[in-house]
């Protein structure tokens, strides 16, 4: 049993707001370049998805946008999840930093294709994230209790050192080309690690934690997320290998559908929690980590047709639009729904947790403008639909006019993130 | 239960009724997060738990209970025990706040 006591309280389990706050704050900008820059440069994707722009806008995404996210919202959520405290908060703040800085060199190296700026940025980055990762798995290990969520995230901060060094490599290869033919196979265990790996893995855990608390879904046992986290970590490892050091085609298919059943399997538990939740009336900002599945699922169902029945090509508009229902619909979409509402709750506990008793404090929902986040609930998915069909039909100028939707949404989500320090 | 000051059990949870859970927006009696109350000269002992372990707002929940029972007369001392022991569960919350979450 805990004792709370207004002189001893969970000691060390607050950190200062601004760390989280700077990072959540970080991303929410990125998903406006994002959002902003996908309508002229996603096009692109058609002709070259390798093209420089092209990547600038996934790192803007996947370094920017989810992974300042995750890091903002772990710092702040894992010390209180598991009743412990980070381990050195100096260390955060030169390890922000380090990330952010490291973040927009690199970006920029391959918008303005400056190899210096790409290899700086590069450096910068992979030594943040191992700072990070560090961190954060010494504060879980040595934390009292380790649920099931901190597994995932064990998982996913070991991936996240593997990917970004696997990222390292290929950019510098982009300058001196020592893997030869052989970088496209580099590519691939890159997408693999950094999507499933870190990015999947850490909106799956997360979920386990956050969608049972939200909606008050308690379930008597979670051997089910226990069971797919393990064939996760078999399937993720073995097709990033398989793909990697080009093995065999059988290899890759089965480890591949091994983990397209794992991540069909995740979507059924989401739904059974939400099928056990007590809390009927879903807010809209949760509202969009509860759609996020669904494009997993979609994802999926479409890479599976693709392999199954050869539909095309690799990095074809097929796979383009796969990749954008997974990266945008799900990952984005599971970030954006979780970043509504952990920008409130740490306004929330800096600004009125000392008033709880006092005075009447307002709710966390209070602090969100809820019909601008419906709006935006509805323009991004509508815009997240129109563009994987248009990028399906390989139609550029449906690619530019669907991602204006996607934009507007991105820009009024971040307008009441930043509104919620106004509030 | 017991009560051996000027305060009763009853006005304890009258009092615990203006702390409220910031995400669902009930309080933590209708919530059914009060496992017991015992009053003896000028202390309150409330053992209570959170409907998560882990739940972000464990702190300022608790700590809200503590200022509030505090300005009760006569209570000088408020302990607030925190148990997963048995588990919260959503059959402890009360038929109104069932309504509220809209599920009774």
Same mark, same amino acid.
């Given at each position: ?35 902003? &820059? ?10 070259? $998805? ?149 990015? &999947?893995?850490?909106?799956? &855990? ?16 979670? /051997? ?23 093995? $065999? ?22 739904? /059974? ?13 949760? /509202?969009?980590?509860?759609?996020? $599945? &669904? ?129 | ?7 009763? !059990? ?12 910031? !995400? ?13 109350? !015992? ?26 209970? !503590? #200022? ?23 059959? #402890?919350?009360?038929?109104?706040? #069932? ?6």
């Amino acid at each position: 049993m805990e004792t709370i006591a207004s002189s001893a309280r969970q000691p060390g389990t607050t950190i200062p707001l601004r760390l989280p706050l700077s990072l959540l704050l970080s991303g929410a900008i990125a998903s406006v370049l994002l959002g902003i &820059g996908a309508i002229f440069v996603l096009p692109e994707a058609l002709t070259d $998805p390798q093209a420089l722009h092209v990547l600038a806008l996934v790192h803007t995404a996947t370094l920017g946008w989810w992974t300042m996210t995750i890091m903002g919202a772990m710092y702040q959520l894992v010390p209180v999840v598991l009743v412990t405290r980070l381990r050195a908060v100096p260390l955060a703040y030169c390890q922000m930093l380090l990330y952010l800085i490291g973040v927009v060199l690199l970006v920029s190296g391959f918008w303005f294709n400056r190899i210096a700026l790409l290899a700086s940025g590069g450096t910068l980055v992979v030594v943040a994230a191992t700072l990070f990762a560090v961190h954060l798995l010494e504060t879980i290990l040595l934390a009292p209790r380790r649920p099931l969520t901190a597994a995932y995230l064990v998982a996913s901060l070991v991936y996240l050192l593997v990917v970004v060094n696997l990222g390292l490599t290929a950019a510098l290869n982009f300058r001196w080309g020592f893997l030869g033919a052989s970088a496209y196979r580099l590519l691939f265990a890159h997408l693999v690690v950094g999507l499933g790996g870190w990015l &999947g893995l850490t909106v799956i &855990g997360v979920s386990y934690k956050l969608v049972p608390m939200f909606a008050l879904a308690h379930r008597s046992s979670e /051997r089910f997320g226990w069971g797919l986290l393990i064939l996760l970590n078999l399937s993720l490892p073995g097709l990033a290998l398989s793909l990697g050091l080009a093995g $065999p085609a059988g290899m890759v298919d089965l480890v591949g559908g091994v983990l397209a059943l794992a991540l069909l399997g995740f979507v059924y538990d989401f739904w /059974r929690m939400l099928r056990a939740r007590r809390k009927q009336t879903i807010d809209v900002m949760q /509202r969009f980590a509860v759609a996020a $599945p &669904g494009y997993l699922a979609l994802g999926v169902l479409l890479g599976s047709a693709i392999v199954a029945f050869h539909l095309d090509d690799a990095f074809g508009p097929l796979w383009l639009a796969t990749a954008y229902l997974l990266l945008m619909g799900w990952i984005g979409q599971s970030v954006l729904g979780n970043l509504q509402k952990i920008v409130p709750f740490l306004v929330w506990n800096q600004r009125y947790a000392s008033r709880i008793g006092r005075e009447k404090v307002p709710l966390l929902r209070d602090l969100i403008h809820l019909p601008t986040a419906r709006l935006a609930f509805w323009l991004f998915n509508g815009g997240i639909l129109a563009e994987a069909v248009a990028l399906a039909l390989a139609q550029p100028l449906a690619i530019s006019l669907a991602a204006i939707p996607v934009a507007l949404a991105l820009i009024l989500c971040a307008i009441n993130i930043v509104g919620v320090l106004y509030r | 239960m017991s009560q051996t000051t000027q305060v009763t !059990e009853a006005e304890v949870l009258e009092a615990l009724k203006t702390v409220y859970d910031p !995400e669902l927006g009930l309080d933590i009696v209708n919530l059914g997060l009060i496992y017991a109350i !015992e009053l003896h000269e000028d202390t309150v002992h409330i053992l209570m738990t959170l409907t998560t372990p882990g739940c972000p707002m464990h702190d300022a929940i608790g700590v809200g209970a !503590e #200022r509030t029972l505090k300005q009760l007369p006569g209570i000088n001392h408020v302990e607030i025990e925190l148990t997963w022991d048995p588990p919260w569960d959503p059959s #402890r919350m009360s038929q109104a706040a #069932r309504v509220a979450l809209g599920f009774a």
